[in-house]
């Protein structure tokens, strides 16, 4: 099964840093990378699909990029609102199956 | 687009956890897209769970696959869920959500989530 890992698992920031976390998977996934932003007590949003396209209504500031085992999410000019934990998330497999990253948490 | 978990909050040892996901702002019949339940608890993170088509075709996890059944009602524009024998591991915060497929495989719309919790 693949697996995949985040770094760093905790990231103390401030408004306006510029921020990256990366995803790596323990086999090659081509671009099939997702990332989502949770908030606590709400359910994860849909920030980036396919390593690096932006998801409807998604600030330019996320941006994804990578491919095959290492992919990072980054975040240009952290804003109050992004303060959250954010998860990358894979697929693979016929039939498909999905499998998320541990989680990072962005704080102040 | 809009997806709403309900079920009981409280599910005794052994039994059967029931989840119902009520989809509005798209039809399930459409055909654009799978049905998934995902899951989060503290000690396993975000898990999913499986995905079904309008048709009743399913996937599910391997790790869940003996004790869950899946099920689709298109005239309510619903999908359901249904996982047998649980145990405290089986207490986490269920999540249904839109698949959509095609040249990638995404999660793009959530349920907010129902707590669910095994425990006599």
């Known amino acids: 099964d693949i697996q995949l890992t985040q770094s760093p698992a905790f990231l103390s920031a401030s408004v306006g840093d510029r921020v990256t976390i990366t995803c790596r998977a323990t086999?090659?996934?081509?671009?099939?990378l997702a990332w989502f932003q949770q908030k606590p007590g709400k359910a994860p949003k849909l920030l980036i699909f396919?390593?690096?396209t932006l998801h409807d209504g998604v600030p330019s500031r996320f941006s994804g990029s990578g491919s095959g085992t290492e992919f990072t999410l980054t975040i240009s000019s952290l804003q109050p609102e992004d303060f959250a934990t954010y998860y990358c998330q894979q697929f693979n497999g016929f039939p498909r199956s999905f499998t998320f990253g541990p989680g990072t948490k962005v704080d102040i | 687009v809009q997806l709403l978990e309900s079920g009981p909050g409280l599910v005794k040892p052994s039994q059967t956890l029931s989840l119902t996901c009520s989809v509005s702002g798209v039809s399930i019949s459409s055909g654009d897209y799978y049905w998934s339940w995902i899951r989060q608890s503290p000690e396993k993170g975000l898990e999913w769970i499986g995905y079904?088509?309008?048709?009743?075709?399913?996937n599910y996890s391997p790790s869940l696959k003996s004790r869950l059944t899946m099920s689709v009602d298109t005239s309510q524009n619903q999908f359901a869920l249904r996982l047998t024998s649980v145990t405290g591991a089986d207490t986490a915060v269920y999540y249904c959500?839109?698949?959509?497929?095609?040249?990638?495989?995404?999660?793009?719309?959530w349920g907010q989530g129902a707590l669910v919790t095994v425990s006599s």
């Open positions: 959500a839109r698949v959509k497929y095609g040249s990638s495989w995404y999660l793009d719309y």
């Open positions: 396919a390593a690096s």
């Open positions: 079904i088509f309008y048709t009743g075709v399913t």
């Open positions: 086999q090659g996934i081509s671009s099939y």
